[in-house]
């Protein structure tokens, strides 16, 4: 059981905007900056997003995340067949939980 | 380009320590700035934090692991490891070292190594 809740599964078409939300506590993404990860499949995970909102350099502009209250969105526009992986969000964590806790992940596919 | 890269035994009997080493090329763990970390993923499922170790030695574990866990760093090798004691079949997994970069993110990870732990 993950500290932080994602959907375990989301889908669009090309081109179609999508969003995958994560839900914690006041200890974690009420009180942290949020991060997102992308894993393509059988590799390693990539930073997607840090700080709620910020791109690492190289990651394209069609990413973006926020953040609001306990709970924090990754949203991908003109979706892709190769941003088809899965995705984590992670915050560092005040409580026994932590420092770092992760989401699930979400599973994305790109139909 | 700061890269990692995992090493060690792919295989380890139940009971014993697994043992993990990280090493970093293109850029000094002694130069201070970030933390470097273990993180692993069971087969099929998600990612589970296991601890980071500063280059100074100074270490913070996940709870649900600690008494089994140590993470080391020999900054003269550019290394930093992982001992996890007493293993059973639940720490099957690929085991990741990354780092905690500038603005607490992990900016750059290893490619992973599968520990399958069996007898």
């Known amino acids: 059981q993950s500290v932080l809740t994602q959907p375990p599964s989301a889908s669009g078409t090309p081109g179609q905007r999508v969003t995958i939300s994560c839900s914690g506590s006041?200890?974690?993404?009420?009180?942290?900056?949020v991060y997102w990860y992308q894993q393509l499949p059988g590799t390693a995970p990539k930073l997607l997003i840090y700080r709620n909102n910020q791109r690492p350099s190289g990651v394209p502009d069609r990413f973006s995340g926020s953040k609001s209250g306990t709970s924090a969105s990754l949203a991908i526009s003109g979706l892709r067949s190769e941003d088809e992986a899965d995705y984590y969000c992670?915050?560092?964590?005040?409580?026994?939980?932590?420092?770092?806790?992760f989401g699930g992940g979400t599973k994305l596919t790109v139909l | 380009q700061v890269q990692l890269q995992e090493s060690g035994p792919g295989l380890v009997k139940p009971s014993q320590t697994l043992s993990l080493t990280c090493t970093v090329s293109?850029?000094?763990?002694?130069?201070?700035?970030?933390?470097w970390s273990w993180i692993r993923q069971h087969p099929g499922k998600g990612l589970e934090w296991i601890g980071y170790i500063y280059y100074s030695g100074s270490t913070y574990y996940n709870p649900s692991l600690k008494s089994r866990v140590t993470i080391s760093v020999d900054t003269s090798k550019n290394q930093f490891s992982l001992k996890l004691s007493s293993v059973t079949a639940a720490d099957t997994a690929v085991y990741y070292c990354?780092?905690?970069?500038?603005?607490?993110?992990?900016?750059?990870w290893g490619q992973g190594t599968l520990v399958t732990v069996s007898s």
């Open positions: 006041s200890s974690n993404i009420g009180s942290n900056y």
């Open positions: 990354a780092r905690v970069g500038y603005y607490g993110g992990l900016d750059y």
């Open positions: 992670a915050a560092w964590d005040d409580s026994l939980s932590g420092p770092w806790v």
């Open positions: 293109g850029g000094s763990i002694s130069s201070g700035g970030y933390y």
